[in-house]
């Protein structure tokens, strides 16, 4: 299971509308290493300032990098928190998360970023079984 649901989260799905900050908070306390590697890139943004910020390092285990990736791959986490942060994600490598903000000027590192090319680029012996 991705998250755990509280029963009154739960409950508001099943009448159709979900608060989607009790939904972020249930991210967070559901997944948080993806929760705290995020947090941290969004901090180092908003401090350093540049066109992004992203984590190099594999995670510590497959628990953490299997949060890294419930957190990308579900459209609704992912858009909830780019949303909750005011960022957009960018993810490479099973565990090559970046953070960008909303900023029309930055549109083209992030193409690059997320290009075949930079994809094939980042690819490493190291990284085959992620």
Same mark, same amino acid.
């Given at each position: 299971?991705?998250?755990?649901?509280?029963?009154?989260?739960?409950?508001?799905?099943?009448?159709?509308?979900?608060?989607?900050?009790?939904?972020?908070?249930?991210?967070?306390?559901?997944?948080?290493?993806?929760?705290?590697?995020?947090?941290?890139?969004?901090?180092?943004?908003? !401090?350093?300032?540049? @066109?992004? #910020?992203?984590?190099? /390092?594999?995670?510590?285990?497959?628990?953490? &990098?299997? $949060? +890294? =990736?419930?957190?990308?791959?579900?459209?609704?986490?992912?858009?909830?928190?780019?949303?909750?942060?005011?960022?957009?994600?960018?993810?490479?490598?099973?565990?090559?998360?970046? !953070?960008?903000?909303? @900023?029309? #000027?930055?549109?083209? /590192?992030?193409?690059?970023?997320?290009?075949? &090319?930079? $994809? +094939? =680029?980042?690819?490493?012996?190291?990284?085959?079984?992620?």
């Amino acid at each position: 299971m991705s998250l755990d649901v509280s029963p009154a989260l739960l409950a508001q799905a099943e009448r159709g509308d979900v608060d989607e900050a009790a939904f972020v908070d249930c991210v967070r306390t559901s997944l948080p290493f993806a929760w705290e590697m995020i947090s941290s890139l969004v901090a180092q943004l908003k !401090v350093d300032g540049g @066109d992004f #910020a992203d984590n190099q /390092t594999p995670p510590p285990d497959e628990y953490a &990098r299997g $949060q +890294l =990736l419930r957190v990308l791959a579900s459209d609704a986490i992912r858009g909830a928190l780019e949303r909750h942060f005011g960022v957009r994600l960018a993810f490479q490598n099973c565990h090559r998360v970046a !953070v960008f903000p909303l @900023d029309p #000027a930055v549109d083209g /590192t992030l193409a690059r970023f997320t290009s075949i &090319r930079n $994809q +094939l =680029l980042n690819q490493s012996p190291e990284l085959r079984d992620c």
